[in-house]
Structures are given as C-alpha cells and as structure tokens.
C-alpha cells in the first residue's frame, strides 16, 4: 500500500506545509537526506498551547506529538514537489516537550509522532529519536518536533 493509502486509511489527508515563522527555511535538502525544522503542535483550531505535568495529560501530549508528525509529514511532500512517494525511510526526530521540571514522561509524549510514523508507513517510520523537555516552547505550544529523512 502506498504511503498516501496509508495516510487515507487512517483518516489522514496532509495539510499543505507551514510557513517558516522567523528567519529559516522549513527544510534543507543534503543530497538524499532531508532535514525538516522544529514543527510545532498545531489543530484544526489553532495552536496546542500548555505545558505536560500543569495544564496538559500525557494522552493530550500525544496528540499534540502526533499533530507535529502530520506537519513533518507535509513539509516532506512539499520538498518531494507533492510526492509523498519519493519518501524512503524516517531517520530521526527529536522531540521537545513543554514541561514542567518534575514530568518525566516526556518519552510517552513523544510516542504520540512515533507511532503515528509507524502506523502510516510501516517499517519506513521506525527512527531513532530523542525526547527531551523544554521550560517553554514558542508561542507556548507543548510540543516541537525537528526530523530527519531520507528521500528518493
């Protein structure tokens, strides 16, 4: 099954890819390696905004997680010209959480990218990964996440 089934299956369509917000652009391009910058939590009403251990439950963090990958996801078709397709294999993420100095489960946040990368593309969605907390993240959101492809 293609990528772009997959995505379907799961009720996934990918929203065109974010704007850079500053100073950078979304994505460099090093031969067949892709590097997607930090993309925040954001929903169909706007940013995710709170901090996991105050505001936030961890499933709620997840979803805020997964909503990074849908973005990662975009900027990867975007830099493929509109194909999902070319796309060979997610390398690495690397997950900030927006958390308090006490919540440790940052790891059961970040699982909300993670298995959403496996279950939209298989194998080619298992990564390496970091996930580490942050006192804050931009304009508040509870989650930022920055990925590493390889592309065809």
């Known amino acids: 099954m293609s990528f772009a089934d997959q995505l379907s299956a799961l009720g996934v369509t990918l929203p065109d890819a974010p704007a850079p917000a500053a100073n950078y652009v979304p994505y460099v391009q090093v031969g067949n390696i892709l590097y997607v910058s930090g993309q925040i939590s954001n929903g169909p009403d706007g940013f995710i905004l709170g901090k996991l251990g105050a505001s936030m439950t961890v499933e709620q963090g997840a979803d805020a997680a997964?909503?990074?990958?849908?973005?990662?996801?975009?900027?990867?078709?975007?830099?493929?010209?509109?194909?999902?397709?070319?796309?060979?294999?997610?390398?690495?993420?690397?997950?900030?959480?927006?958390?308090?100095?006490?919540?440790t489960d940052q790891p059961k946040v970040i699982n909300g990218a993670s298995d959403f990368l496996v279950a939209a593309l298989g194998d080619a969605g298992r990564h390496a990964r970091s996930a580490v907390s942050a006192p804050s993240l931009p304009l508040g959101v509870a989650v930022e996440i920055e990925g590493i492809f390889e592309i065809k």
């Open 66 to 103: 997964k909503s990074c990958a849908i973005s990662l996801l975009a900027q990867v078709k975007a830099a493929c010209g509109g194909d999902i397709e070319r796309l060979v294999r997610v390398i690495k993420l690397t997950g900030f959480v927006n958390s308090t100095e006490d919540f």
